[in-house]
C-alpha cells in the first residue's frame, strides 16, 4: 500500500474540508496524487479520463450528491473504492448509501479512521477484482474445453451408472450417424450388434470394478453399417471410490482393420499363388533382376530360362510402362513387407504384347524369401472387353446425340420456323408503335433462338465428319472458336490426305473440342496450337495453349475435369493414350497417340 501510487479524487465544495482530508491522508500515506472537484461535470470528467484508484465524496453538494456520484460511477463502470466523507448521518442513510455502492462512510470529525478505510477498501476491491479475474479465467477454460470437446478429432462418451448416455462430443454423432439428442438416455450396447454386447458385458464388470483399458470393438451406425473403434474406456468414481459411470475415448478404426484384413488375404493369396497358383511368378532381387521364375511365364510368353534369369525385369516391360514400373519399384524397396499392385503391359519373345495385373511384394528382409516376389496373370482378354465396352457406350453415346440433334433440328427447329412465318404473316400496319417495337423485338429473338438451336444441333453431331472428313470438320471447327472468342487458332496436318476410321476420325474431333472448350474457359490464353500428322502405324495429336497452366493431377481427378476423363474413356477404347503436361504460367500441352491398327 505504501509503496504504490494512489490517485485520488475528493469530491468536495468546501476547500477548508478538502484540506482536512488532503492533511490526514499526506500524514498516513505517502506517493499520491490528489485532485479535488466540487460539481457534477468536473466528476464525471475525471472519471472518464483519470479513472481514479480511490474516491472520497462529500455527500451534498450545492447542485450535487454522493447519489448522484454514484449513479454515474455505475455508468462508467467503475469498480474502484467509493468512500463516502460527510458529517453525521443516519444509520439508514449509510445503509442506503453502501446499498448503492459506496464501500464506507466516514464521519469529518472521525477523519482518523480514513487511511484505515482506504486500506480496507482498496483490500477489499483487490479481492474483489482477483475474483472476477478468477471466474473470467475460469470462464474462458469452460470455454476452451468446450471448444475442444467439441472440435476433437476423437468421440467423447460419457455414461451414467447404469451404462446409459450423458454426454456425447459432434464427432461421436458424426461416426455413429446419430443427433446427440438421439442418442441421450441409451445404453452403449443400443449401438452394438450380438458379439458387441457379449464383449461389453465383461468390460461393464471390469469398469465398476475401477479398471481401465483399451479395447478395439464394433457398433453399429444409424444405417446399420459396422464401424470398429478403439475405444479407451475409464471408469468415473466419486470421492469414496464407488462407481459413478464411465469415460470412453473413441477413435475410428475402421479403415484400419479393413486395410488388415485386406493385407492378410493378399498375404493368403499369395501363399496360395506361390505353392499352387499356374499364375506366374518371379523373384527380383533389390535391383530388379530376375533369380526366379514360375514354369507357366515360359509356355506364355514364349521365353527360356535363360532369357529371362539373371536379366533386368525392366526389359521384358513394354516402353510406355517401364517409367512408371521403375518408379513402383524404387519406391517399394524403401518400404520393407509392404505390397503394390498395378496393370501393365509385357513383352513377348515374338514381340507383340500383352497386359497382366500384378502384385509387388517387399519380401527382401524375410530371410525366408530375401526377394522382391511378383507375381502377375494376364488380363489381355478382359482388358479387349473392356475396350469393346466403351466403344459400345461411346457409339451408344452418339448415336443419343444424333438423335437429340434431330429431335431439336427437325421439331424445335420447324416449331421456331412456323413461329416465324406466322409472326410475318400478322398485320403490322394496323400495330400501335409499342406493338411494332414489340414485334421486332419477338423477331430478333425468334432469329437468336432458331440459330442457337441450329448450333446445338451442329456441336452435338458434327454431320460434316462424315460428309467432308476429318481436316475440313476441324478447320470449320477452330474457324467458329476463333470467331466465338480472342483465341487465334494455328492448325497444321501431315500425311492426312486418305480418310481414318470413323471412331478415330470422331474422337479427334470431339477430343478438340473439349480442349478447346477447356482453353476457353479456363486457359486465358490467345493462341492454340494443333498439329495432326499420320504415321504408319499411329496417329499424333498434339493441343497446346499459351495460357496460365493448371494442377493436371486436380483437373483429371475424380469430381473433376469430367469432359477430360470422357475423353481419356475414349482414347482408351481405341487402345490410345493421353499425355497432359501443364507449368503455371508456360501453357497447357496435350499429347494424343492412337494406334491406326485398330
Same mark, same amino acid.
Given at each position: 500500500?505504501?509503496?504504490?501510487?494512489?490517485?485520488?479524487?475528493?469530491?468536495?465544495?468546501?476547500?477548508?474540508?478538502?484540506?482536512?482530508?488532503?492533511?490526514?491522508?499526506?500524514?498516513?500515506?505517502?506517493?499520491?496524487?490528489?485532485?479535488?472537484?466540487?460539481?457534477?461535470?468536473?466528476?464525471?470528467?475525471?472519471?472518464?479520463?483519470?479513472?481514479?484508484?480511490?474516491?472520497?465524496?462529500?455527500?451534498?453538494?450545492?447542485?450535487?450528491?454522493?447519489?448522484?456520484?454514484?449513479?454515474?460511477?455505475?455508468?462508467?463502470?467503475?469498480?474502484?473504492?467509493?468512500?463516502?466523507?460527510?458529517?453525521?448521518?443516519?444509520?439508514?442513510?449509510?445503509?442506503?448509501?453502501?446499498?448503492?455502492?459506496?464501500?464506507?462512510?466516514?464521519?469529518?470529525?472521525?477523519?482518523?479512521?480514513?487511511?484505515?478505510?482506504?486500506?480496507?477498501?482498496?483490500?477489499?476491491?483487490?479481492?474483489?477484482?482477483?475474483?472476477?479475474?478468477?471466474?473470467?479465467?475460469?470462464?474462458?477454460?469452460?470455454?476452451?474445453?468446450?471448444?475442444?470437446?467439441?472440435?476433437?478429432?476423437?468421440?467423447?462418451?460419457?455414461?451414467?451408472?447404469?451404462?446409459?448416455?450423458?454426454?456425447?462430443?459432434?464427432?461421436?454423432?458424426?461416426?455413429?450417424?446419430?443427433?446427440?439428442?438421439?442418442?441421450? /438416455? +441409451?445404453?452403449?450396447?443400443? =449401438?452394438?450388434?450380438?458379439?458387441? !454386447?457379449?464383449?461389453?458385458?465383461? &468390460?461393464? *464388470?471390469? $469398469?465398476?470394478?475401477?479398471?481401465?483399458?483399451?479395447?478395439?470393438?464394433?457398433?453399429?451406425?444409424?444405417?446399420?453399417?459396422?464401424?470398429?473403434?478403439?475405444?479407451?474406456?475409464?471408469?468415473?468414481?466419486?470421492?469414496?471410490?464407488?462407481?459413478?459411470?464411465?469415460?470412453?475415448?473413441?477413435?475410428?478404426?475402421?479403415?484400419?482393420?479393413?486395410?488388415?484384413?485386406?493385407?492378410?488375404?493378399?498375404?493368403?493369396?499369395?501363399?496360395?499363388?506361390?505353392?499352387?497358383?499356374?499364375?506366374?511368378?518371379?523373384?527380383?532381387?533389390?535391383?530388379?533382376?530376375?533369380?526366379?521364375?514360375?514354369?507357366?511365364?515360359?509356355?506364355?510368353?514364349?521365353?527360356?530360362?535363360?532369357?529371362?534369369?539373371?536379366?533386368?525385369?525392366?526389359?521384358?516391360?513394354?516402353?510406355?510402362?517401364? /517409367? +512408371?514400373?521403375?518408379?513402383? =519399384?524404387?519406391?517399394?524397396?524403401? !518400404?520393407?513387407?509392404?505390397?503394390? &499392385?498395378? *496393370?501393365? $503391359?509385357?513383352?513377348?519373345?515374338?514381340?507383340?504384347?500383352?497386359?497382366?495385373?500384378?502384385?509387388?511384394?517387399?519380401?527382401?528382409?524375410?530371410?525366408?524369401?530375401?526377394?522382391?516376389?511378383?507375381?502377375?496373370?494376364?488380363?489381355?482378354?478382359?482388358?479387349?472387353?473392356?475396350?469393346?465396352?466403351?466403344?459400345?457406350?461411346?457409339?451408344?453415346?452418339?448415336?443419343?446425340?444424333?438423335?437429340?440433334?434431330?429431335?431439336?433440328?427437325?421439331?424445335?427447329?420447324?416449331?421456331?420456323?412456323?413461329?416465324?412465318?406466322?409472326?410475318?404473316?400478322?398485320?403490322?400496319?394496323?400495330?400501335?408503335?409499342?406493338?411494332?417495337?414489340?414485334?421486332?423485338?419477338?423477331?430478333?429473338?425468334?432469329?437468336?433462338?432458331?440459330?442457337?438451336?441450329?448450333?446445338?444441333?451442329?456441336?452435338?453431331?458434327?454431320?460434316?465428319?462424315?460428309?467432308?472428313?476429318?481436316?475440313?470438320?476441324?478447320?470449320?471447327?477452330?474457324?467458329?472458336?476463333?470467331?466465338?472468342?480472342?483465341?487465334?487458332?494455328?492448325?497444321?496436318?501431315?500425311?492426312?490426305?486418305?480418310?481414318?476410321?470413323?471412331?478415330?476420325?470422331?474422337?479427334?474431333?470431339?477430343?478438340?473440342?473439349?480442349?478447346?472448350?477447356?482453353?476457353?474457359?479456363?486457359?486465358?490464353?490467345?493462341?492454340?496450337?494443333?498439329?495432326?500428322?499420320?504415321?504408319?502405324?499411329?496417329?499424333?495429336?498434339?493441343?497446346?495453349?499459351?495460357?496460365?497452366?493448371?494442377?493436371?493431377?486436380?483437373?483429371?481427378?475424380?469430381?473433376?475435369?469430367?469432359?477430360?476423363?470422357?475423353?481419356?474413356?475414349?482414347?482408351?477404347?481405341?487402345?490410345?493414350?493421353?499425355?497432359?503436361?501443364?507449368?503455371?504460367?508456360?501453357?497447357?500441352?496435350?499429347?494424343?497417340?492412337?494406334?491406326?491398327?485398330?
Amino acid at each position: 500500500m505504501e509503496n504504490k501510487h494512489l490517485n485520488i479524487l475528493i469530491l468536495e465544495d468546501s476547500p477548508f474540508d478538502a484540506d482536512m482530508v488532503k492533511r490526514v491522508l499526506k500524514k498516513s500515506m505517502s506517493n499520491l496524487t490528489i485532485k479535488v472537484v466540487d460539481n457534477g461535470i468536473d466528476f464525471q470528467n475525471e472519471i472518464k479520463t483519470n479513472f481514479p484508484d480511490l474516491i472520497l465524496s462529500d455527500h451534498s453538494l450545492p447542485q450535487f450528491s454522493s447519489h448522484e456520484a454514484l449513479k454515474i460511477c455505475k455508468e462508467e463502470n467503475y469498480l474502484n473504492p467509493f468512500i463516502l466523507v460527510t458529517g453525521t448521518v443516519s444509520e439508514e442513510f449509510a445503509a442506503q448509501c453502501i446499498k448503492e455502492g459506496a464501500d464506507d462512510y466516514i464521519l469529518k470529525n472521525n477523519l482518523i479512521r480514513l487511511p484505515t478505510a482506504i486500506y480496507n477498501a482498496l483490500l477489499k476491491k483487490n479481492a474483489e477484482r482477483e475474483r472476477r479475474d478468477a471466474m473470467l479465467q475460469l470462464k474462458r477454460s469452460e470455454e476452451r474445453y468446450r471448444q475442444i470437446v467439441e472440435t476433437a478429432q476423437e468421440g467423447i462418451w460419457m455414461l451414467d451408472s447404469d451404462f446409459k448416455t450423458v454426454f456425447v462430443n459432434q464427432k461421436l454423432c458424426e461416426m455413429f450417424g446419430y443427433s446427440q439428442q438421439e442418442m441421450m /438416455g +441409451k445404453e452403449n450396447t443400443y =449401438f452394438m450388434d450380438d458379439e458387441g !454386447k457379449a464383449l461389453s458385458a465383461n &468390460s461393464r *464388470e471390469r $469398469r465398476m470394478n475401477g479398471i481401465s483399458e483399451k479395447m478395439d470393438i464394433c457398433f453399429r451406425t444409424k444405417s446399420g453399417n459396422r464401424i470398429w473403434v478403439n475405444l479407451a474406456a475409464s471408469p468415473i468414481q466419486d470421492g469414496e471410490g464407488n462407481f459413478m459411470g464411465g469415460l470412453a475415448m473413441v477413435a475410428d478404426i475402421t479403415e484400419r482393420r479393413l486395410a488388415e484384413q485386406r493385407i492378410a488375404e493378399s498375404e493368403k493369396r499369395f501363399r496360395a499363388l506361390i505353392e499352387k497358383s499356374s499364375d506366374f511368378v518371379f523373384l527380383l532381387n533389390a535391383h530388379g533382376k530376375i533369380i526366379y521364375k514360375s514354369p507357366s511365364v515360359l509356355n506364355h510368353y514364349g521365353f527360356t530360362k535363360e532369357d529371362l534369369v539373371g536379366k533386368d525385369n525392366l526389359r521384358f516391360i513394354y516402353r510406355d510402362d517401364v /517409367g +512408371k514400373m521403375k518408379n513402383l =519399384f524404387d519406391e517399394l524397396l524403401r !518400404k520393407p513387407g509392404e505390397s503394390v &499392385s498395378f *496393370e501393365h $503391359r509385357r513383352i513377348h519373345k515374338n514381340l507383340s504384347y500383352s497386359w497382366a495385373e500384378g502384385t509387388l511384394t517387399n519380401l527382401l528382409e524375410d530371410p525366408a524369401v530375401a526377394a522382391i516376389v511378383f507375381n502377375f496373370r494376364d488380363i489381355t482378354e478382359r482388358k479387349q472387353m473392356d475396350s469393346l465396352f466403351m466403344k459400345v457406350a461411346i457409339r451408344a453415346q452418339e448415336q443419343e446425340r444424333n438423335r437429340f440433334a434431330k429431335d431439336l433440328h427437325d421439331g424445335l427447329g420447324q416449331m421456331l420456323t412456323a413461329v416465324k412465318l406466322n409472326l410475318s404473316g400478322m398485320d403490322r400496319e394496323s400495330f400501335t408503335e409499342d406493338q411494332k417495337k414489340s414485334y421486332t423485338n419477338a423477331q430478333t429473338i425468334l432469329g437468336n433462338a432458331m440459330r442457337e438451336a441450329r448450333s446445338i444441333a451442329h456441336n452435338l453431331t458434327p454431320k460434316g465428319l462424315d460428309e467432308f472428313g476429318l481436316l475440313a470438320s476441324l478447320t470449320d471447327l477452330f474457324d467458329k472458336s476463333a470467331s466465338a472468342s480472342s483465341l487465334q487458332f494455328k492448325f497444321q496436318h501431315f500425311e492426312l490426305s486418305d480418310r481414318l476410321n470413323s471412331d478415330i476420325e470422331l474422337a479427334i474431333y470431339r477430343l478438340c473440342q473439349e480442349f478447346i472448350s477447356n482453353t476457353i474457359k479456363h486457359a486465358e490464353a490467345s493462341v492454340v496450337d494443333i498439329k495432326i500428322k499420320k504415321y504408319k502405324h499411329m496417329l499424333v495429336l498434339i493441343y497446346e495453349d499459351n495460357g496460365k497452366g493448371f494442377d493436371t493431377e486436380k483437373l483429371l481427378s475424380v469430381g473433376s475435369g469430367i469432359g477430360l476423363k470422357n475423353m481419356e474413356s475414349r482414347i482408351k477404347s481405341l487402345n490410345g493414350s493421353l499425355i497432359t503436361n501443364s507449368i503455371s504460367g508456360r501453357g497447357t500441352t496435350f499429347c494424343v497417340e492412337i494406334p491406326l491398327n485398330n
